[in-house]
């Protein structure tokens, strides 16, 4: 959204609100294919310019975009997403607008990931639903070393729920969630999580746009906050070996005019056919969209039995082995829980593709498999054939290969957005395969 297709008032608002917050400069945000937030940086004298779509900037040098001989691309920041950072930069207190991309011709880009959030949440709206999105993003803190570089070690040796004085980044947790309640955010809950290092922050569900909005705000603070307590915030999906690696659990749902389209008091387990088509669509395209989900090598090794991340393609109402779990809570709250995606993905793509996964299951009403109550680590890889539960894919490559075969991916992401990450990615996976790493030499050195 700009001032020329949003109402007048909405764009005089935000410059009533910088005047009254003495903002001296506004961040203009956007994020590229993988999901690293870019910034054009303007002095606030120059914030109803921006709001009225005059700022360019050179596509060419951000990953994924353009060629540079088609290197100007407009940013339109979406009125909606104004917000002031709790600090203040050089003495000026900063705010920030996310952005959409569009081309110098007042077109879309075709390969800004907001934009294929928005297209998706679009064929929703025309379907009749809007999708909300409750994401619990884990990560990890380090000290730095004297050179304030991040190191591995990490603050503290507590577990799954501990205080101070045996959680130590309990003071640097708080100021994060202190951070972004003044940002807006309506937290719900933060805690020390399993291994030591590792934190969670909840907040509250919002539509599918504004969840993604925020998950990326929210890795900025946290990083901010982190540097502020001589620490270093990482969202590496497994960056310590033998301890649980770090998620992003998704809390999903549907509304419709009536409501929450997943409950149906009468219905099966008190779910809406709705519901049930909508899981049986993530579990037809759960290996398809794993590599935009779970997208860096070091995803898998977190996707591996024993540390709690889910590995089987099964849905269940009980226990938190499957990819898919269904709370007990119903009426308002009926919501699914996607637990495969982690904290490195691009969240505007994740969202997308989840979306599309879960449409596509309501329009060919696609039912799930029978849930499941038992724990799915403990079973014989027989008995989980004989249930038909499928495995998610053991690498990145494996996942690349499983995202060409599943045309809805293709189709959700644009052939510019989705050719660009497989290239990527499959560049990311070569590079990793040619390296001798610290395994191999420790293995095989002095074996051989």
Not at 96 to 117: A, N, S
Request: a negative charge; charged letters at 25%; proline letters at 7%.
């Amino acid at each position: 959204m700009n001032c020329l297709n949003v109402k007048k008032d909405v764009c005089e608002r935000v410059l009533n609100e910088a005047r009254a917050k003495d903002v001296k400069f506004v961040m203009l945000q956007f994020s590229d294919i993988l999901g690293i937030v870019k910034n054009v940086a303007i002095p606030v004298e120059r914030l109803g310019e921006a709001l009225a779509g005059h700022v360019f900037f050179d596509g060419s040098s951000i990953e994924g975009f353009v060629r540079i001989e088609e290197s100007d691309m407009v940013l339109l920041p979406d009125p909606g997403t104004f917000a002031v950072y709790p600090w203040r930069t050089n003495g000026g207190t900063t705010a920030r607008l996310i952005c959409d991309v569009y081309t110098p011709e007042g077109k879309p880009f075709e390969g800004c990931p907001r934009g294929v959030l928005s297209r998706a949440r679009e064929e929703a709206r025309r379907m009749g639903f809007s999708m909300m999105a409750g994401p619990e993003p884990e990560f990890f803190l380090f000290e730095r070393d004297a050179q304030g570089k991040p190191s591995l070690v990490t603050h503290d040796q507590a577990s799954y729920f501990d205080l101070s004085p045996v959680d130590t980044g309990e003071e640097a947790r708080r100021d994060m969630v202190l951070a972004l309640t003044a940002m807006g955010f309506d937290v719900e809950a933060s805690h020390h999580e399993v291994a030591p290092g590792q934190h969670e922050i909840d907040f509250k569900y919002a539509d599918c746009l504004t969840t993604a909005d925020n998950i990326v705000t929210f890795r900025f603070v946290v990083r901010m906050c982190a540097m502020e307590h001589n620490l270093h915030a990482t969202f590496m999906p497994k960056p310590i070996f033998g301890v649980p690696g770090s998620g992003m659990h998704i809390h999903l749902s549907l509304y419709d005019e009536k409501g929450n389209a997943f409950w149906d008091p009468d219905g099966e387990y008190q779910l809406s056919d709705t519901a049930l088509y909508f899981i049986g669509g993530l579990v037809k395209h759960a290996r398809g969209f794993t590599a935009i989900c779970n997208p860096v090598v070091n995803s898998y090794k977190r996707l591996v039995p024993g540390y709690e991340a889910p590995v089987y393609v099964a849905w269940s109402l009980k226990n938190r082995s499957p990819l898919i779990r269904v709370p007990a809570a119903r009426g308002d709250k009926t919501r699914i829980e996607l637990r495969s995606p982690d904290p490195s993905c691009n969240p505007y793509l994740a969202l997308a593709v989840i979306l599309k996964a879960g449409l596509d299951g309501v329009k060919n009403r696609i039912a799930p498999p029978p849930p499941v109550s038992e724990n799915v680590y403990s079973m014989q890889d027989e008995e989980r054939e004989s249930l038909g539960i499928d495995v998610l894919p053991g690498s990145l490559k494996e996942a690349l290969d499983a995202m060409e075969d599943d045309p809805l991916i293709r189709e959700t992401l644009g052939d510019h957005i989705y050719f660009r990450f497989l290239d990527a990615k499959r560049l990311e996976w070569d590079i990793y395969r040619k390296q001798v790493h610290e395994w191999e030499i420790k293995q095989y050195f002095t074996m051989f």
